[in-house]
């Protein structure tokens, strides 16, 4: 079994910044993707950004030039570094990441319990 566990959101003003942590514990072998999801009120959980093994990275549009995600394969962590922050960013967001474990050797999905962001205009 893997946790993730996630830090960081808050409450912040238009314009501010945030960063969110991650990190992974558990049964694992190794860390395929990680990512970050949210999902704001009354709307779907969409992805926010994903990072491979090898640092290959991938963005929403609408976060893009304002959110960096970086992870650290040795600590199995993952950031999410959101500046320009908008009201729109406001949401639930959540941890996520692919794990190979070793025993069985399998391939799973793991989610964090989510941390809320609310920016104010």
């Known amino acids: 079994q893997v946790q993730l566990v996630e830090s960081g959101g808050g409450l912040v003003q238009a314009g501010g910044s945030l960063r969110l942590s991650c990190a992974a514990s558990g049964s694992i072998f190794s860390i395929i993707s990680m990512a970050w999801y949210r999902q704001g009120p009354g709307k779907q959980r969409e992805l926010v950004a994903d990072?491979?093994?090898?640092?290959?990275?991938n963005y929403t549009d609408s976060v893009k030039g304002r959110f960096t995600i970086s992870r650290d394969n040795a600590k199995n962590t993952v950031s999410l570094q959101m500046s320009s922050l908008k009201p729109e960013d406001t949401a639930v967001y959540f941890c996520a990441a692919r794990v190979l474990s070793a025993i069985p050797l399998r391939e799973s999905d793991y989610w964090g319990q989510g941390t809320q962001v609310t920016v104010s205009s």
């Open positions: 990072i491979t093994s090898s640092d290959n990275t």
